[in-house]
């Protein structure tokens, strides 16, 4: 049940449950064609190719699973999903047509190369919490940018972060003050680029 967990709610399906929250409760019309190649364009890059990064790297022995379990394996996956960020940022959701997503990704960038950083300090964060927690507070952020209820939807997510954070301590995956960093890098960045679009 514990890893069920973690491999449902893996920090790579996060990007794509933030695009897909937001074209849910956006109140401006986006024409379908547009929001279908959006997703279409996320789930490629934030999903599919991440994975077939990390199976290369395992496949040329850079990693020794794709959970990433030491800070040293963690360090190239990381980097390429930050080049993907950019990559998504400067060509897929630009804040001239997606403020709000464009922020949301510019706000993963800095969670993502914070992660790094650590990483490279060799200090490991949960990866999973850093994901959920960034969610948490862009949802938030939408509710008042957009002025909508969804206080069902933050609660599920609140719930969500304690069911993550349970099942990575049932784990051993981390430690309680890895978790806690985790969700304040994930949630910091998401908060401090609030003005620049709210």
């Not at 401006?28 to 279409?40: E, G």
């Not at 020794?64 to 980097?79: A, F, G, H, V």
């Not at 939807?153 to 972060?161: E, Q």
Request: aromatic share 12%.
């Amino acid at each position: 049940m514990q890893k069920s967990i973690s491999y449902i709610f893996h920090p790579l399906f996060m990007p794509l449950v933030g695009v897909l929250f937001y074209f849910s409760k956006s109140p401006r019309f986006i024409p379908l064609h547009v929001i279908q190649s959006k997703l279409v364009s996320i789930i490629i890059l934030t999903i599919l190719l991440p994975l077939l990064v990390n199976l290369l790297l395992k496949t040329i022995g850079k990693i020794e699973s794709i959970e990433l379990r030491t800070t040293k394996e963690r360090i190239t996956p990381l980097l390429v999903f930050a080049t993907i960020i950019l990559i998504i940022i400067k060509r897929v959701l630009t804040p001239f047509d997606f403020i709000e997503l464009y922020y949301f990704f510019v706000g993963m960038l800095g969670t993502v190369l914070t992660c790094v950083i650590l990483n490279m300090l060799n200090f490991k964060v949960s990866i999973h919490m850093m994901a959920i927690s960034g969610i948490f507070m862009f949802f938030i952020a939408l509710s008042i940018h957009f002025s909508i209820n969804i206080l069902g939807s933050i609660a599920l997510v609140i719930f969500l972060m304690g069911a993550i954070a349970t099942s990575r301590l049932s784990l051993k995956a981390h430690t309680a003050v890895e978790l806690i960093i985790g969700s304040a890098i994930g949630i910091l960045p998401q908060l401090m680029l609030i003005p620049y679009w709210l």
